[in-house]
């Protein structure tokens, strides 16, 4: 398979133009697999949507960021279900979202626990689902220790994407990472553990990879324990074949109960994570969409509908799987006519964009800004301020606008006041958007207005509904005429999350 | 002879498929092993199997009452050590 992405010059590596552009150097038959996949292609995660069954509990390995008490409902960390189902209640249930749902293209099985430690529950789903709803991609995610001996069962059932999550290649980075495994019947310890599961990993990898799967691998940044050793871990899996590498901060509060929680492990600054996904860019896809979806998620990601379709409520439901295909069908093909037509137009933007360049000749480089968007979906700007519960950060230039990540407001969790921290939802807020010089909504009250612009972040209504990078670039043309980047931004910007 | 599951067992589910004797119920608030049928995995493993994939330090029991793991058995800190090294941890 030739999975590796190839390096390139000019445009498509510089990432002018939108972000689909980034993945038009892969094989044909490669891009169909991902063009509608939200996790996979950045473009597709404004567009379509993802759930995933809470089939799997069980685990065959311990991770130090994780609680197995997995049924809390306020947290929305990887992990976290509110009801387990059976195989049969999670096809009744993935039928129904499909049907009520259509941009609903992708269906995953991530947890709580791993999947493949309970390969008959994962399995067996996969399996009526691959019979009956041939329409959704299927996929999986794991920690990698049972892959290699399940490979060929994950091939049978159509699973055309599977996220392996590594964290290291090192076992004495491992054994910080990893207390115990349970291998072959025993509970083994230590760095004799990572050893193992480090190997397991690789294996799987590349025997998903000789087999054509498309393989994400996953990393949590754990400052102090493999923030440095992720660059090697990007080289490695790279070289192996994987086509996505996705770099996640550790999400570690004590309220988690995590055994970094509790030890007071911190997680990564936003810029921090930034600069490592930058070196680990390299000529890999970087994946920066990435949302840190519950393991019972439903809907865009970013979004999460659940509880719309909880197991009382996909009981009363007579779904006619034939009808909805042929719906399902007809709303992929507009929101395909819609892409496309976006993708021509932001193309006229950044020809003008770099023409920018002239007004200034001297200079032949202006600062990069850092642009925060509330969306609701549609790849446009296209939310009230008040109602954002994340935002996309772009990075403009003057070649280019690159999505850089996503920023949670409410940071994983909505127990309010029990998490006894008296900042105000705006100042947490502000905080968020830290070195951010500019946020793009479609509507502001007008007292956020005030205090966003005492921190140094200048909010901006005036593109609403315009496509989201089209209006990142015309804010930053904006800037750059008003001479608002000939100085640095203002200081407080420069403190981290 | 038999091990005991008691109440800070966070029902992960990773004991139950892995036992020899289908001697562990799914119950609420937690779960149980039926006394009469655990057998100690005597026969089938070496080490009984409910409690070497178990998250939770003291949650099973051994005949005698005592923790099969015990605090710091599995997050590798002994309770004497838990100090420096969350110290240790903070300062990363
Ligand atoms: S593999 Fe997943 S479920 Fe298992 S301990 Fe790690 S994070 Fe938790
Ligand atoms: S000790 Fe063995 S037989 Fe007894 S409950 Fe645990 S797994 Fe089952
Ligand atoms: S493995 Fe431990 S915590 Fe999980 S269900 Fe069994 S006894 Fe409870």
């Known amino acids: 398979m030739e999975l590796k992405v190839k390096s390139q010059g000019g445009c498509a590596s510089s990432g002018c133009g939108s972000s689909a552009d980034r993945l038009s150097h892969l094989p044909e038959a490669i891009r169909a697999k991902v063009n509608n996949h939200p996790c996979f292609s950045e473009d597709a995660h404004h567009h379509y949507a993802r759930m995933h069954v809470a089939v799997a509990p069980a685990c065959n390995i311990q991770c130090h960021y994780c609680n197995r008490k997995y049924d809390c409902s306020n947290e929305s960390r990887p992990g976290v279900v509110s009801e387990l189902l059976t195989p049969d209640q999670a096809v009744k249930k993935v039928l129904a979202v499909a049907a009520n749902i259509p941009q609903m293209t992708v269906l995953g099985i991530a947890g709580p626990g791993d999947p493949l430690a309970n390969p008959e529950r994962t399995l067996e789903t996969f399996r009526q689902l691959s019979e009956k709803a041939p329409d959704i991609r299927l996929c999986v995610s794991t920690n990698g220790l049972a892959l290699p001996e399940l490979v060929d069962e994950i091939c049978k059932h159509n699973i055309e994407h599977v996220t392996i999550t590594i964290n290291c290649v090192d076992p004495d980075v491992g054994a910080k990472i990893y207390p115990w495994i349970f291998w072959k019947n025993r509970r083994v310890k230590g760095r004799k553990a990572a050893e193992i599961l480090i190997a397991q990993q690789q294996k799987g990898l590349e025997m998903l990879v000789e087999r054509g799967v498309l393989v994400k691998v996953n990393s949590v940044l754990i400052p102090g324990v493999n923030d440095a050793h992720l660059k090697e871990v990007s080289r490695v899996v790279k070289a192996k074949g994987a086509f996505l590498h996705n770099v996640m901060p550790l999400i570690a509060e004590e309220e988690h109960g995590t055994f970094y929680g509790l030890m007071g492990q911190r997680g990564p600054t936003n810029e921090e994570l930034q600069t490592l996904q930058d070196a680990c860019a390299g000529d890999m896809a970087m994946m920066r969409h990435c949302r840190q979806c519950r393991a019972d998620a439903v809907g865009m990601l970013g979004e999460d509908r659940g509880h719309e379709f909880t197991l009382d409520k996909i009981e009363t439901m007579e779904i006619d799987y034939t009808a909805a295909m042929a719906r399902r069908a007809q709303v992929h093909a507009e929101i395909e006519a819609n892409r496309a037509a976006q993708r021509t137009q932001s193309g006229e933007v950044f020809v003008s964009l770099a023409s920018l360049k002239r007004p200034a000749p001297k200079k032949t480089e202006t600062r990069p800004v850092l642009m925060a968007v509330a969306t609701a979906g549609s790849g446009v700007v296209n939310q009230h301020f008040g109602h954002a519960r994340e935002f996309l950060v772009y990075e403009a230039s003057a070649t280019d606008v690159r999505f850089i990540g996503a920023r949670k407001v409410d940071l994983y969790c909505s127990g309010g006041d029990t998490c006894g921290d008296a900042e105000t939802t705006l100042q947490k807020i502000i905080r968020t958007l830290s070195g951010c010089e500019v946020v793009l909504c479609s509507k502001i009250g007008y007292e956020p207005w005030g205090q966003l612009e005492a921190a140094g972040i200048v909010p901006n209504g005036e593109h609403a509904m315009e496509p989201i990078e089209e209006a990142v670039a015309a804010v930053y043309r904006e800037m750059l005429e008003s001479g608002r980047l000939d100085h640095a931004p203002a200081p407080e910007q420069r403190m981290s999350a | ?92």
């Not at chain 2, 409690?51 to 004497?80: F, M, R």
């Not at chain 2, 100090?83 to 240790?88: D, K, T």
């Open chain 2, 1 to 92: 002879m038999a091990l005991t599951i008691i109440e800070s067992c966070v029902n992960c589910w990773a004991c139950e498929p892995l036992c020899p004797s289908k001697a562990i119920i799914e119950a609420k608030p937690h779960f149980l092993i039926d006394a009469k049928k655990c057998s100690e995995c005597d026969g089938d493993f070496a080490e009984p199997q409910c409690a070497s994939i178990c998250p939770i330090e003291g949650a099973i029991l051994d005949a005698a009452g005592l923790a099969v793991n015990p605090p710091g058995s599995l997050t590798g800190i002994p309770p004497e050590r838990l100090a420096a090294a969350q110290a240790e941890i903070r300062a990363r």
